[in-house]
């Protein structure tokens, strides 16, 4: 059985097929056409974290295919220790054609992964974002037409969203470059497994962020403190001061250059306002497309669930 639990346990091969599913859906949605692919399912939702795009871009994409979806926070689940987390898996995986975890620590998702029987999403975790990084592949390849030979450059945290892109980028033949301070890079164990996944992976780290994005055709940034890292906050907006994506730092780019972030932005701090709604900006595509992806999701694992 497949999972999306993290983009590591899958294959360039998996990451192809998932895109090209989202494509087929989404030409579809636009010409007005939701078919009902996925009737009489059912995808529950269990969130330690609060979302926005998580949420609802799943509510609706199961809706859209012609199924149904329930929500519960961690609690209501009984995953604040008024049951095992193997029970209350196992009675979810039974319930369930899919189920979409959001948490704080990513050995939750393992432990459904394990247990539930069912097909198990990372909504996110402290070790990666697999639905967000796979919306971001897609709003680049049809932004630049393509995705072999294109750079991405990250500019602050190496954290859950960076590693999880880092990791579809080189699925897909896109240069991943890191802009972080020392002691915010990924560690090379991390860089070592991508690069024995995708021997062909260009993944790249550097601490000067203006010659990151000297060949960038995507400029990328996330919130410098987490969730769960808000104490940290005044400490990180000091060490990522220099990284902030400003228009200083986009002319530093290709004037082609586009600008990403998986929101939500701390607006002005570690992007400015003339820069998340500038003409360069394709926020709002890439949001909308984290519908699309988990349609394209949704229909690959329940495709997968014999294998």
Known sequence: MKHVDSLVQLTPADVSEILQLSVELKTQFRNGERPCLLGGRVLTLVFEKPSLRTRVSFEVAIAQLGGSSLFLSCGEAGLNGRESVADVSRV?????????????????????????????????SDQGHPCQALSDVLTVQETLGGLKGKTVVFVGDANNVARSLAVACAMTGVKFILAAPVGYQFTP?????????????????????????????????DVWASMGQEAEFEKRKQVFASYQV????????????????????????????????????????QAENRMHVARGILLWLQQNRSH
């Open 189 to 221: 164990d991390f860089v070592e497994r991508i690069k024995q996944k995708v021997p062909t992976a260009d993944v790249a780290q550097i601490t000067d962020p203006r010659a990151a994005v000297a060949r960038a055709d995507v400029v990328y940034t």
């Open 246 to 285: 400003n228009s200083a730092l986009m002319a530093a780019a290709p004037q082609h250059a586009r600008f990403m972030h998986c929101l939500p932005a701390r607006r002005n701090i570690e992007v400015t306002d003339d820069v998340l709604d500038g003409p360069n900006s394709i926020v709002i595509p």
């Open 92 to 124: 979810l995986g039974s319930y369930s054609d899919w189920i979409v975890l959001r948490v704080f620590s990513h050995k939750l998702v393992d432990q459904f992964v394990e247990h539930a029987g069912c097909p198990i999403i990372n909504g996110l």
